[in-house]
């Protein structure tokens, strides 16, 4: 599976799962993949048109904004967005909690249909909130 982390999260981590994961998921980082300063809705647009694509975000800004969630909801990818308090924690309580949820992320993203929204809860390993405008 292709896994994009966000310019909110370092590139370091998506080298390190991209490692961590190497010939079983393809992991990289936005500005690995786009370069700096890309426009969410070209971002999205560009990933989508690829095929599918599972995006971990500490972004929820695509959540709120209307025409960016409107270009989400279209398209073939899958979101995880970390909630405010896994966003507001440390690099390695991120890190430790996306290995928590890894497979559970993975397997729900094999299921949903594209352009599915999903929090990424701080202590939950099994669940995963779908996001709403």
């Not at 996306?98 to 929090?119: H, K, N, S």
Request: proline letters at 4%.
């Amino acid at each position: 599976m292709n896994i994009l982390i966000d310019e909110h999260l370092p590139p370091a981590l998506a080298r390190a799962l991209d490692e961590l994961f190497k010939g079983e998921h393809k992991v990289v980082h936005l500005r690995d993949k786009f370069g700096p300063c890309v426009k969410d809705v070209e971002g999205i647009e560009a990933l989508s048109r690829e095929g599918r694509w599972v995006i971990i975000s500490a972004d929820r800004r695509i959540t709120k904004n209307r025409a960016e969630y409107h270009v989400f909801r279209n398209s073939r990818l899958i979101g995880f967005f970390m909630s405010r308090a896994l966003y507001k924690s440390k690099l390695t309580k991120q890190a430790e909690r996306l290995l928590a949820v890894w497979d559970g992320m993975i397997e729900l993203a094999m299921r949903v249909e594209g352009g599915a929204m999903f929090e990424l809860p701080m202590k939950s390993t099994t669940r995963f909130p779908q996001l709403k405008l």
